[in-house]
């Protein structure tokens, strides 16, 4: 298995709605990482957990909480979110953190925000 | 931060034509990838290519990292190339641990 699975695919919420993005590999990857995507933009780190620990929070807002249950499961949960916060949102997974390891994709969450 | 620059911003081909798409880095490098972002948003990974040159069918990319570049090459292009192409690298000093994108070449490949 050489793919990274998002799950929904698309989301639609309103600001005053909880849920969450799934994100899960079998690649024996001990990295995991959320990026956050604008129409028309690069991809912009969010989130890295190494060996299941959050290791790096890009100044995120607090709104998102990410969580790693395991060394295959990565999560997004969200809370009271604005509309300028719909975006693609993508996982990724590395074999570790450091940096002579190629990142595999998902292929995102498409959220909108109401 | 590491600066990552792409040229063109876009590009349209005729099915069939070849492409050079080029990537410039402000600082060295020690993880480098190039992926193809399709209409759906999946970002497909083409190479992980630090230094030195790779090929696959009709794609091929070579790094001179030394000289702070990358070129991907796509050859006899098709309209399912069609999409934005980013180029990624982590700093080799600095903030490591961040794959840092370039803003992407939007190609169009017309039948």
């Known amino acids: 298995d050489t793919e990274v699975t998002q799950t929904p695919k698309h989301l639609v919420m309103g600001m005053t709605n909880k849920k969450s993005l799934k994100c899960e590999q079998h690649?024996?990857?001990?990295?995991m990482y959320w990026y956050k995507q604008k129409a028309k933009k690069p991809p912009e780190l969010m989130f890295v957990y190494s060996y299941e620990k959050l290791s790096i929070n890009e100044s995120v807002p607090s709104r998102f909480s990410p969580e790693c249950p395991n060394s295959s499961l990565l999560n997004l949960h969200l809370h009271a979110l604005q509309p300028e916060d719909s975006a693609l949102y993508l996982c990724?997974?590395?074999?570790?953190?450091?940096?002579?390891?190629?990142?595999?994709f998902g292929s995102g969450t498409r959220l909108t925000v109401v | 931060g590491i600066q990552v620059e792409q040229s063109p911003p876009d590009l349209i081909l005729q099915e069939g034509a070849n492409s050079t798409l080029r990537c410039n880095f402000s600082d060295s490098v020690n993880n480098l990838q190039w992926f193809h972002q399709n209409p759906w948003g999946q970002l497909i990974n083409l190479f992980y290519?630090?230094?030195g040159t790779k090929q696959n069918g009709r794609l091929s990319a070579t790094t001179v990292a030394t000289e702070r570049y990358s070129l991907l090459y796509i050859s006899s292009s098709q309209t399912t190339d069609s999409g934005v192409y980013f180029c990624a690298v982590k700093n080799s000093g600095g903030s490591n641990y961040k794959l840092t994108f370039g803003k992407g070449t939007l190609l169009t490949v017309n039948p």
């Open positions: 690649m024996g990857h001990r990295a």
């Open positions: 990724a997974s590395s074999q570790q953190s450091g940096a002579n390891y190629g990142y595999t």
């Open positions: 290519i630090p230094s």
